[in-house]
């Protein structure tokens, strides 16, 4: 009996030493499992996106932005005076004539009679307005003055601008330059004028006549003279 009981502890010892190591290699092969698992799950990342961190799309460059047509300077023939309601020899004529009456205008001396000063400049004026003109540059204010300084002024205009073209008027913006010899002394000035003329016939004539910061925009209704 004594042998048998002792047989049946190498058994029991035994199997316990192999239940051991059956428990010790399903641990390890467990522990190795789960960190293949975890490994992969780092590597792709979840919906697809990579264990790195990067968000999905960040390397994208942004699409160039198409070209956008420039104006350029072209070599092909471009009339302007297609585009207006008169020729080219019309409106160089309408320019002459701005410029001759307000150099008329700014030309003047004191021991003149006034009433040849008003009748150069109602030549080159509509009949309305030059009412206007004349009232205003043969005023008693406007004659005495230059007759009590001894005012004789000389002037020259050039067109500065063309502001307004239409088929009943044309407004030119005249620099008026005037040199004055006085008791005072002598004094040059220049004066920019807003001129309006209109057609009548074949001929130019001057309908409105203002400081140039003023102007006018074509309106067919003279107003003051503005020196």
């Not at 072209?74 to 009339?79: E, L, N, Q, V």
């Not at 500065?160 to 073209?165: P, S, W």
Request: glycine share 12%; charged share 25%.
């Amino acid at each position: 009996m004594a042998k048998i009981g002792g047989r049946r502890g190498i058994v029991f010892a035994v199997l316990v030493g192999l239940l051991a190591a059956v428990g010790i290699y399903l641990t390890m092969w467990e522990s190795g499992w789960e960190k293949e698992t975890d490994g992969g799950r780092a590597q792709a990342g979840p919906a697809g996106v990579s264990g790195t961190g990067t968000e999905p799309g960040a390397g994208r460059q942004a699409s160039p932005e198409p070209p956008r047509p420039s104006a350029t300077a072209s070599d092909a023939p471009f009339d302007v005076y297609s585009y207006l309601p008169m020729t080219k020899q019309e409106l160089a004529a309408a320019a002459d004539y701005a410029e001759r009456f307000t150099a008329e205008y700014g030309t003047y001396a004191h021991d003149e009679d006034p009433a040849a000063y008003g009748d150069r400049l109602k030549g080159y004026a509509t009949t309305e307005f030059a009412e206007v003109l004349v009232r205003a540059r043969t005023s008693p204010g406007f004659v005495e003055a230059n007759r009590a300084d001894e005012v004789v002024s000389t002037a020259s205009a050039k067109v500065r601008q063309i502001r307004q073209v239409q088929d009943s008027s044309v407004v030119f913006v005249v620099a008026c330059t005037e040199r004055v010899a006085a008791k005072s002394g002598a004094t040059e000035r220049t004066d920019e004028y807003a001129v309006t003329l209109v057609p009548v016939g074949a001929d130019w004539r001057v309908h409105d006549l203002q400081p140039a910061d003023e102007g006018q925009e074509g309106d067919e209704r003279p107003s003051g003279t503005g020196g």
